[in-house]
């Protein structure tokens, strides 16, 4: 998937968290954010990804130890981003923390990736460190119009969620 599909499923899913928790304004903000960071993380351990290429020795480093959509790609990462993001809100003061609605953003953001990896035809190996990889039934292969359709249609929900918020915001 590409990077600036995963970017819009990191969007979405971190709007979705906020509206889901009621979140205000910054706290949105901040979720939006993490959400961002947290839909490109996974790759870190590909050199050669968007986010790989920025942080390369530590890619570089992750993809000889464990390839790419290994561990970062599995259930083991799915249960640890939840239960950051369980911990965060549980754990942590919420209304005045600045971090909290980061991380959460930054789980939502990374559980979106693996979503969009599990749609596309490589798959996602859950059960890491076993190869098999799992796939959606209806599967988008990378960069095809499926996915670019998809990619339009997460952004224009994006917009239209986020225009009656931006001009709330405006006003006052
Ligand atoms: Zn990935």
Redo the contacts with the bound molecule.
Sequence with gaps: ?LATT?IAFGTASSLLTAAWLDASAPQTVLMVAGGVLGSML??ID?PK?AFGRRVRPVSTMLCAAFG??GL??SLIAVVGMSALARYSLRHLDWHPGYSVPFVVGLSAGYLS??A??WMSNSG?PLLWPSRRRFVAPLRIFTGDYRERLLALVVSGWIVVHCLPNCAAVLRL
């Design positions: 998937m995963h996974p790759d590909h990804s790419h959509r970062t790609h990736h693996l969009g990896d996602v």
